[in-house]
């Protein structure tokens, strides 16, 4: 490399990008960060010192930024805020907030990542800058850039932090789009929960390293969060350790893994203990996470463990059976008692379901049991997913009545090892008996009341928990009033489901007084099966309007539909997925809808992108009748948008949601308030 090719490097490249690409200080946050870093590593190259002082200063304070809300400095992104933008009060404790994380957690995590960059590049160099203007000083109270407005960059990565391993993260709103004449156009109002959980996109360890082996700074103490993060970081960076600093004598035998989504995942480095009643243990070489359940829950956030995968696995030890609540899941997660062995369990999750870079647990159980998680599996292989009940392993519920003859079959197939499948219950009523080889179940109580107990299917390594209620009514006429309970006259059934309904209850009632035990519970077991089959034609959400992602045949959109009903404004079907600004919903050939009203919500931050919608219904999917003339607009909240008067009662088979003009198309949530219909039955 010679002198020429550093300059024909530098007039030829360095300059025209420097000069025609980045050299601007007004773009948004992070998007003015990348170059403005790659900007003063090109004055670094070049030498020159009057360009390398201005982007020092638009790191540092950006005091002359278009939009301060905007602005990636120092001073305007990690910002000390003082006062509520909502409400225009000062606030009794100011806090440093990351600005970005309004948005969502990848960016901030950038921005963090910038921070940490810019920074080194500074210490590099040796310089410092005035404590208040930020601009390059050599004065006696000069600092550092990561010293620079009391170690600001510190407390973004430890707020930061904070939020990304789980915890409560208190958030004041602030202004993020500021005019010159310091008018708001924008607020973030809370945290942003997309992102939020994956540490494995992060690389911003340079300040551990400086404030650790530079300052002797004893970084659980000063920045807790931050330190716990390092601990359970992940190299996402090829030449991350170019940068680690000779002084951190034995780092590399602490190495962080670099393979960013393992198949398996060692629950100890990507969890975070939410009490006090969840703890590491080290036992021999391997450690792991122990758990004390309670009656409120013993909690735990799991992080950057997303998976596409349906099957989900985790390997525990327990001395109990214990339940896991999972944040985004509508069913809980059932352990067995293992006996204090290790073995591996799996949850196979709904249509709707998904495992996301953070999952919130809360386990309950008995006192006094424990309950011990070492992996949790994204992709369990064949021979590890647990056996599965041929009638499923849902909990079974099942009535009956004194002296009759309860028979169950809990048999199951095993994936790893079919023929060896052990089945076992700890539990089971007195008197009763379950073949451990075949998982048949007999039972003939002789009293009232209800009766709980957990069954277990294990193949090898591998074992599955189902658990069984038994309410044992005194008499047959008892019983048949129990298993009917769950029929409301009040609710419109789809017909198919009605019937076998009515069918099962006039069998039962014609042999209540004739047929034998056996053969009575037998059409009792069918009549009990018929109530839970019962399928409500139009299912509600809690605010009562209709669950639409429970009966839409088939969408555009695919499983995201079910975002649209979560509650959380800042999840949302991706608007690549409206490659036509538009969602269809297609309710099936046997099925119709008539609606008075829809509401819709915006995304977060980004309400626009749900405004000027309207709705239409259609018969044949080509021609469209339009529902809503008044168009959405721009919404922060559920907003009710009437249906045409004479269009309340009409019925249709396809919806269509759709964004009027250009833009991009994205709504955080949606209402229909109607009902549903079966074709040809106009009578229901």
Request: net charge neutral.
């Amino acid at each position: 490399w010679s002198e020429a090719d550093t300059a024909n490097f530098t007039k030829n490249f360095l300059r025209p990008a420097v000069d025609n690409f980045l050299n601007q200080n007004g773009w948004f946050m992070n998007q003015n960060g990348y170059p403005c870093a790659a900007a003063m590593s090109g004055d670094i190259f070049a030498n020159d010192r009057k360009n390398y002082e201005k982007r020092v200063e638009w790191f540092s304070v950006n005091k002359t930024a278009p939009n301060p809300g905007w602005s990636s400095s120092i001073k305007h992104l990690a910002r000390l805020v003082e006062t509520n933008a909502v409400t225009g009060e000062k606030v009794a404790q100011p806090q440093v907030q990351l600005m970005e994380m309004g948005r969502d957690q990848a960016h901030a995590g950038d921005d963090m990542e910038i921070f940490n960059n810019t920074a080194r590049q500074m210490n590099a160099q040796g310089t410092k800058v005035d404590p208040v203007a930020g601009t390059i000083s050599t004065a006696a109270n000069a600092v550092g850039p990561y010293e620079f407005l009391d170690d600001r960059i510190l407390a973004a990565a430890d707020y930061f932090s904070r939020f990304m391993l789980g915890y409560d993260t208190p958030w004041i709103p602030a202004a993020y789009d500021i005019k010159p004449n310091g008018q708001v156009r924008g607020i973030y109002p809370r945290l942003a929960d997309s992102y939020r959980g994956r540490i494995r996109q992060n690389d911003y360890w340079d300040a551990f390293y400086y404030y650790t082996y530079k300052k002797g700074v004893d970084m659980a103490k000063k920045a807790p969060y931050y330190h716990e993060a390092f601990t359970k970081r992940i190299i996402s960076s090829s030449i991350e350790w170019i940068f680690i600093p000779k002084e951190a004598v034995g780092e590399a035998a602490k190495v962080a893994p670099s393979v960013q989504e393992p198949d398996v995942i060692q629950v100890v480095q990507r969890s975070t203990s939410l009490t006090t009643n969840s703890f590491v243990v080290s036992d021999g070489n391997e450690a792991f996470l122990r758990m004390i359940p309670t009656d409120a829950g013993t909690s735990v956030a799991l992080l950057s463990s997303d998976t596409a995968s349906k099957t989900i696995g985790l390997r525990i030890r327990t001395t109990g059976v214990a339940i896991l609540e999972m944040s985004g899941f509508a069913k809980p997660w059932l352990l067995p008692n293992t006996q204090g062995e290790w073995r591996y369990v799996t949850y196979n999750m709904a249509k709707l379901e998904h495992w996301g870079d953070i999952v919130f647990v809360r386990v309950k159980g008995s006192s006094g049991i424990t309950v011990d998680i070492s992996q949790l599996l994204r992709k369990p292989e064949a021979q590890l997913i647990a056996p599965a009940f041929s009638a499923g392993n849902e909990a079974l519920r099942n009535v009956t009545y004194v002296g009759a003859p309860v028979v169950f079959d809990f048999s199951a197939k095993g994936r790893a090892a079919s023929g060896n499948l052990v089945y076992e219950s700890l539990d089971k009523p007195e008197g009763s008996v379950l073949d451990t080889k075949t998982g048949a179940f007999s039972w003939k109580p002789v009293a009232t009341g209800e009766f709980s107990f957990f069954v277990t299917a294990a193949s090898g390594k591998t074992i599955a928990p189902k658990k069984v209620t038994v309410v044992v009514a005194p008499d047959r006429s008892a019983v048949v009033k129990m298993a009917t309970a769950g029929f409301d006259p009040t609710t419109a059934y789809v017909s198919a489901s009605l019937a076998r309904d009515q069918a099962a209850c006039t069998t039962v009632a014609a042999a209540i007084k004739t047929a034998s035990d056996a053969e009575f519970y037998r059409q009792l077991v069918q009549l009990q099966q018929a109530v839970n089959a019962l399928e409500p034609l139009t299912p509600l959400l809690a605010d009562g309007s209709m669950d639409f992602p429970k009966v839409v045949a088939s969408s555009n959109i695919g499983e995201a539909i079910a975002l649209l009903v979560d509650g959380n404004d800042d999840t949302f079907p991706v608007y690549s997925l409206a490659k036509n600004l538009n969602y269809e919903f297609d309710f099936g050939p046997d099925y119709m809808f008539s609606a008075t009203a829809f509401a819709m919500e915006g995304r977060l931050n980004f309400e626009d992108r749900m405004a000027n919608t309207k709705f239409f219904g259609s018969n044949d999917g080509k021609n469209w009748t339009e529902l809503t003339p008044q168009a959405t607009k721009s919404a922060t909240e559920l907003t009710r948008v009437e249906v045409t008067a004479g269009f309340r009662k009409t019925k249709f088979r396809y919806l269509r949601i759709q964004k009027q003009g250009a833009g991009l198309f994205e709504s955080a949530e949606l209402r229909i308030y109607g009902q549903r219909y079966e074709a040809g039955r106009e009578d229901r």
